[in-house]
């Protein structure tokens, strides 16, 4: 088992119940899966640079991505329907929780500059998104063998509505929210 799902289920779970008074285990909001999109952008036309970001894609969630399809045509973007935009992975699981242990507690780390993450990025129905800008702070990423840097959307969907318990949860998992400042 994995050591951040391993504390989610022994530490994290009893804190929940005991803080938002849940009367059942089943209200305590858990993490379902883990979104992570990807634009190729203007690497569109650079079949090498496409099928390297692919395998780098592919090496830092342990998972193959499927390709994102246009649906409309946009002139102005020089993009017909059908036409390859973007890449996806969607984690469950044991990938999902090695995932996250490595984006938190390996990768997140090594952003110059980190301030820490907004914590006003939830949706309605609870799950938290954000961006990391260059996909290079992972360590199974070669930086001097890359073939250009892209940006990567992860989404945490979460099965309670609750904004705060999420919130909480998030932040007991380890997520480095942005320090209020006064």
């Not at 246009?70 to 995932?99: C, D, H, P």
């Not at 006003?120 to 840097?149: A, L, M, R």
């Amino acid at each position: 088992m994995n050591r951040l799902r391993e504390k989610y289920i022994k530490k994290i779970v009893p804190k929940l119940i005991e803080v938002f008074k849940f009367s059942n285990v089943m209200e305590v909001p858990q993490i379902q899966k883990v979104n992570v999109n990807v634009g190729i952008g203007n690497f569109r036309e650079n079949r090498e640079a496409v099928e390297s970001f692919v395998t780098d894609l592919a090496n830092i969630t342990s998972q193959k991505p499927y390709a994102r399809t246009a649906r409309l045509s946009i002139a102005g973007f020089k993009i017909r329907q059908g036409e390859t935009v973007g890449y996806a992975v969607t984690l469950r699981g044991e990938n999902m929780w090695a995932f996250l242990d490595k984006l938190l507690n390996v990768a997140l780390p090594r952003v110059r500059d980190f301030r820490g993450l907004s914590d006003t990025s939830f949706d309605e129905n609870g799950n938290y998104s954000f961006g990391i800008k260059e996909h290079v702070i992972f360590p199974e990423v070669n930086q001097n063998s890359t073939k250009g840097i892209r940006s990567l959307q992860v989404t945490v969907v979460m099965s309670g509505k609750n904004i705060e318990a999420n919130k909480f949860l998030l932040k007991e998992i380890g997520v480095p929210f942005k320090k209020e400042e006064n």
